[in-house]
Nanobody, 115 residues
Framework: QVRLVESGGDLVQPGGSLRLSCAAS????????MSWYRQAPGKERELIATISPDGDITNYAESVKGRFTISRENVKNRVYLQMNTLKPEDTAVYYC????????WGQGTQVTVSA
């Protein structure tokens, strides 16, 4: 029942921006903290951002702090990741997930940062 569908990934130049979107279904979205993870080839998935159920508390990995912003619209069952000043090391597949369960991973969306 739980489904998470990420979108918005693309090929961008260093210094560029992207906005990722995650459409959620199969659970009460407004009761769950949500997170964004990313995974580069040959590496483990890493947590990069979280947001509380009502959106008033956020947390970021040091590597993206000041560049990325997580947000949500509970009426639409969606969580977003605004990505600015992108670097080549941001290249990865990006996933959204319920923070406390980390199950039912979606397909993710590919972000490639290259000149």
């Amino acid at each position: 029942q739980v489904r998470l569908v990420e979108s918005g990934g693309d090929l961008v130049q260093p210094g560029g921006s992207l906005r990722l979107s995650c459409a959620a279904s199969g659970f009460t979205f407004s009761l769950d903290s949500m997170s964004w993870y990313r995974q580069a080839p040959g590496k483990e998935r890493e947590l990069i951002a979280t947001i509380s159920p009502d959106g008033d508390i956020t947390n970021y990995a040091e590597s993206v702090k000041g560049r990325f912003t997580i947000s949500r619209e509970n009426v639409k069952n969606r969580v977003y990741l605004q990505m600015n000043t992108l670097k080549p090391e941001d290249t990865a597949v990006y996933y959204c997930i319920r923070s406390r369960y980390r199950q039912n991973w979606g397909q993710g969306t590919q972000v490639t940062v290259s000149a």
